[in-house]
């Protein structure tokens, strides 16, 4: 389990027996991939990152992702989010235009999304890893029963926001408790479907709403 430097804090909500068995499971999975030389995303050291960021008690809302960007250097932990020195992919583009249109926020220069994560949003993908160039390639890898788990854990615990854009992500809706927390969903910011409901969905002046009245902290969706 160690290999993976799964946060500690996630341990006990999730499961410290359930997390064992499942990481030595995927650690296997990994390691035999390693092994025939194919190149996986994001780098070891990244792939629980999202977790890393933000802790279980802290989330404040989560932002469901797929699975991780396939090209080189583009994947670092957290959905939808690029590093600094890499090209801005299509679907964050889009996000970055809603964001300009519902809150009249300049459209970033970068895609790094780390400040939002420093923020308390849980930018989590349903896949944590990705081969090179084959996008939802670690689809049978088992993710899904991890992510479900912290999903239906954060539903249990209450007063989140989940974001749920395109058709993958809203199939989760069935894990959480609209009674205790807030469900936001439209169309996936792909420029092949943004037209179809994500642009004008206004989810980010609706996440701070929802926050002010619980009396907590705004996000300040600005990128540094």
Sequence with gaps: ????????????????????????????KLIHNQDESVVIFPPRNFIFRALDLVKFEDAKVL??????YHGFGQANGLSFSVNKETTIPPSLKNIFLELKNDLNIPISSHGDLTYWAQQKVLLLNTLLTVEMGKPNSHEKFGWEKLTDKIISQLSKRGN???????????????????KHNK?????????????????GCKHFSKINNFLKQEGASEIDWELK
């Design 183 to 199: 469900i936001l969903q439209a169309s996936h910011p792909s420029p092949l479907s943004a037209y179809r409901g994500f642009f």
């Design 1 to 28: 389990m160690n290999i993976f430097s799964f946060p500690d804090a996630w341990l006990e909500p999730i499961g410290r027996g359930f997390c064992e068995d499942f990481l030595g499971n995927i650690q296997s």
């Design 63 to 68: 932002i469901l992702g797929q699975d991780p």
């Design 160 to 178: 989140m926001i989940f974001v749920l854009w395109g058709k993958s992500a809203q199939k989760k809706h069935i894990l959480i408790d609209r």
